[in-house]
């Protein structure tokens, strides 16, 4: 059917009723509409000559839902029954028009993503990168459609990886799970009993463990056991505890919609990462640099409490500072009022805006609130800054960036949230060093003359380096091995209900 559905002589100039059709069934999409104006309404599905197209199209709208797609949302039965029922070059020419906009939906849908993120939470600010449909058209007319299509998903390793995790989890699912749950709150090493037994096989079923019939806790359970707890970003001690119980239950079913979100993640960010960046994982807490999809170097991070979100985008790292100066947003000048206008808070400055420090006592605050303060609020450099003594600037819209911190102690934590959104540094010196080596033959010393100074300086990057801050619940190792990390935000669970509502049909 799909090989004949025109005659073979046949072009749409001979056939007003073809043109007429498809200008209706195109009309509600502008640049479909141009595409086709500029073709002089020539077909590009529905020639007989267009088979392998079809075939191609059919082929990808059949495997949709492996990439965590809404296979219904593209009707390929409908699709199919049309093509099969063409009677006249009206019917063709909807047909065409039909097949042109399945097609763009599947394109935008696998290209860039399902949702719309901003409009379901308003800290993912990410820009899509979605296809022109005009450009798709054209470009796909010009190619060879499998591989086309086939293109159209990011190519990312990350994207292979996840999708192959998604198969695994689908496979173990269908399997019956990873047997039964471990029925204890906690186990060590020397514990024996059914109990054991069970952490044991769920070790195995989850490839962390060699089929092996020990039923005591020895060396081997207490390595797979620590290898465990590195990939669910649990401190690996070796020891069961009830957080490591309690993941170790997590089933299948939880963590294929994990990867299926993460799929949907990966697709909004189908855009070259650049051979090194800067990949900032909101949910791990950790910052790194990569190069050519190697991790070089990484360090723990702080980053926005649970009420002052880390938002997510992408932006290009322009230049650090050293020995920075800390002013104020204005939601913070309003947690400090109560100090600033008491006399308190002797560490912070008032700056007029010719670049002045005003002195405290010739304000009267009870003329003003936070917000129309006609001041700056700013503390200067020193050992005591609140951005330690080097911050890295992306500049945007959002004021968020990378920078030092005199509170060391909270890098010892397992959940790091707690900062006003900007994102703290457990090592900014080595993280400095790292960026300035490209630049610099010895960073460590450049780096050092600086800070002594006291002086606030700035040093451009002279190859602007990529910073992605991302959200990841499900991700992979530089091994490949898959991680999993909590929801700190509840993104992923809003992210997860929209896909589902959108016809993703997850574990079916």
Not at 329 to 352: C, N, V
Not at 446 to 457: L, M, S
Request: hydrophobic fraction near 40%; include cysteine; glycine fraction near 8%.
């Amino acid at each position: 059917v799909l090989a004949t559905v025109a005659p073979q002589a046949a072009v749409a100039q001979q056939f007003p009723a073809f043109r007429q059709a498809l200008a209706e069934g195109v009309a509600e999409n502008r640049e479909l509409a141009g595409f086709y104006r500029e073709q002089g309404y020539s077909a590009v599905w529905t020639g007989a000559e267009h088979a392998a197209r079809r075939t191609a199209l059919v082929s990808a709208l059949s495997r949709a839902a492996e990439h965590g797609l809404p296979a219904e949302r593209y009707d390929l039965p409908g699709l199919l029954a049309a093509f099969g029922s063409v009677e006249t070059e009206r019917d063709r020419g909807l047909l065409e028009a039909r097949a042109s906009m399945t097609f763009l939906q599947y394109a935008r849908d696998i290209h860039s993503g399902v949702l719309e993120p901003n409009d379901l939470i308003e800290d993912i600010v990410r820009e899509l990168p979605r296809p022109d449909p005009a450009v798709l058209m054209r470009d796909f007319a010009a190619a060879e459609p499998v591989g086309f299509i086939r293109n159209l998903a990011p190519t990312s390793p990350e994207y292979a990886r996840l999708f192959r995790a998604k198969s695994e989890l689908e496979a173990a699912i269908a399997n019956g799970g990873w047997g039964p749950r471990v029925e204890a709150g906690s186990l060590r090493p020397g514990d024996t009993g059914a109990a054991v037994v069970q952490l044991r096989n769920r070790l195995i079923a989850l490839g962390f463990m060699p089929r092996v019939a020990t039923a005591s806790y020895d060396g081997l359970m207490q390595r797979a056991v620590q290898e465990f707890q590195e990939s669910v970003g649990i401190t690996a001690d070796g020891v069961a505890g009830n957080a490591t119980i309690q993941a170790i239950n997590v089933d299948p079913e939880q963590r294929l919609r994990s990867v299926v979100v993460a799929l949907e993640r990966e697709r909004w960010l189908n855009i070259p990462r650049g051979d090194r960046h800067i990949w900032v994982n909101l949910t791990d807490f950790v910052v790194r640099i990569v190069d050519f999809d190697q991790v070089t170097f990484e360090t723990r991070s702080v980053v926005g409490a649970r009420s002052t979100q880390t938002p997510e985008f992408s932006d290009m790292m322009e230049y650090m500072e050293i020995n920075p100066d800390w002013t104020l947003p204005r939601s913070i000048i309003g947690e400090m009022w109560g100090a600033l206008s008491s006399g308190g808070a002797g560490h912070l400055q008032l700056i007029d805006g010719a670049g002045r420090v005003v002195p405290r006592e010739y304000v009267d605050f009870a003329a003003y609130t936070p917000n129309s303060l006609p001041f700056e609020v700013r503390q200067p450099p020193g050992p005591g800054n609140a951005l330690g003594e080097v911050k890295f600037l992306f500049p945007n819209q959002y004021a968020i960036y990378l920078h030092d911190t005199p509170s060391r102690s909270l890098f010892a934590n397992p959940v790091r949230a707690y900062s006003h959104g900007c994102i703290r540094l457990q090592d900014p010196r080595d993280f400095a060093y790292a960026l300035l080596a490209v630049q610099e033959d010895d960073p460590v010393t450049y780096y050092h003359a600086i800070q002594r100074t006291g002086r606030q300086t700035r040093v451009s990057l002279l190859d602007h380096v990529p910073v992605h801050l991302v959200y990841r619940t499900a991700y992979t190792s530089v091994t490949g091995r898959m991680q999993y990390r909590a929801d700190v935000y509840g993104r992923d669970a809003t992210l997860y209900n929209a896909l589902v509502n959108a016809g993703v049909e997850v574990g079916a």
